[in-house]
């Protein structure tokens, strides 16, 4: 079966404070890699995709260990606005169409 | 970025009754969209992957005759839940494909949270 594994959380901290999400896939053919957030009762909006070499956007930093089949997202300097859940997303299959959703990590940022 | 409209976003209905969900994309055409189903603290699980003049692919475990998909256009996808019942309620989403910009991101449309009573 193909999984996508998080910690639930929820992770509640204070604004400012660094906070990173780790998920594990269990797909080794698995190709392309995102991470969404989703606000409660919401779609998934897509946060950035994941790539083995790392890459930062803004405040938000992913890395992908395909050895490990580890994701792994960063949030620097958190704000009241980033509170959400945190979906880890692998995709497979033919043009990578195929998305296995993580259950997600809930963040909750406190002032 | 993309957009999908997704109609209606909610719906509460009577066991027994069908329900039609549209998927339309506003700005792009969409030749593969994909319905999802959503249950609480839950992960959000493919059930069918929708290609413009073809037959649904449905995932293992999903009932095809009772989740009917039609993608008629390149713009609109529908997805009818057919005599619904209480344990059909959940949180319905679609996302589009724009492979005109040969990227796999999927742009998802706002959700229909049904209720059947």
Redesign the interface.
Known sequence: RKE?EQDPGPFNVPEGATVAFNCTYSNSASQ?FFWYRQDC??????LMSVYSSGNEDGRFTAQLNRASQYISLLIRDSKLSDSATY?CVA?SGA??????????TKLSVIP | ?AVVS?HPSRVICKSGTSVKIECRSLDFQAT?M?WYRQFP??????MA?SNEGSKATYEQGVEKDKFLINHASLTLSTLTVTSAHPEDSS?Y?CSA?DRALAK???Y????T?LSVL
């Not at chain 1, 009762?41 to 897509?46: G, I």
């Open positions: 996508v392309s009762r919401k779609e998934p909006k897509l979906l995709a043009g990578s169409y195929q998305l296995t959703f993580g259950k997600g | 970025g997704q593969t994909f603290k839950q992960s959000l699980m493919l992957t949180f989403i494909l796999n991101i999927q998802f449309g706002a959700g949270r």
